[in-house]
């Protein structure tokens, strides 16, 4: 069975169960958003206790505060009246194994899909590539810690968002489900 038969088939179980979720609000029960990593690995809903309805989940690669994640915050506040943010990277995240230069670098030669060595990535494709890479900023991860710290900073201090709402710094780590606070990114996301 193919992928799109697999979603398929589960959404029409999902839609003959669904009962009264069509009477969910559309500002988050819970009044707060996260934002996390695109990894498979992480359950927000499962690590953060969330019910359908409860919170706003939004997730790119890296989890990383990128202009279009600012956006979906601002618009969570300002529109849906969230009141508290987190900002949840983890361990082991695949965003730790590339520079911006080695991904413009392997976008260049092919845009097929790159193998993972113990040298790091490397292009298996024969190509056409594109030069397109090297006019977006990758948001890479050398520091796991550093990068939920300067992600907290960059929302904090970005003037769309009011001093009122505190952001807060975690880890999950990808080995125990646990949130590990980044006490410097939670003391940056404080209330101004």
Known sequence: MA???EVLAANK???DNFGDKSQLA????????ILTCMDARLDPAKYAGLSEGDAHVIRNAGGRASDDA???????YKL?????WFIIHHSDCGMEFFT??????L???????ASLGAEGFFDVGTGPGSEEAAFIDWLTISDTNHAVVEDVERVRRHPLV????PIYGYVYDVRSGALVEVPEATRAGSIK
């Open 162 to 165: 009011p001093g009122n709402i």
């Open 100 to 105: 911006d230069e080695v991904i413009r670098g």
């Open 70 to 76: 600012i956006r979906s915050l601002v618009i969570s």
């Open 107 to 113: 976008l260049a030669k092919s845009l097929e899909t």
């Open 13 to 15: 179980k999902y839609v």
């Open 26 to 33: 559309l500002p988050p029960a819970r009044h707060f958003a």
């Open 3 to 5: 992928v799109l038969d």
């Open 80 to 84: 849906l009246g969230t009141k508290e």
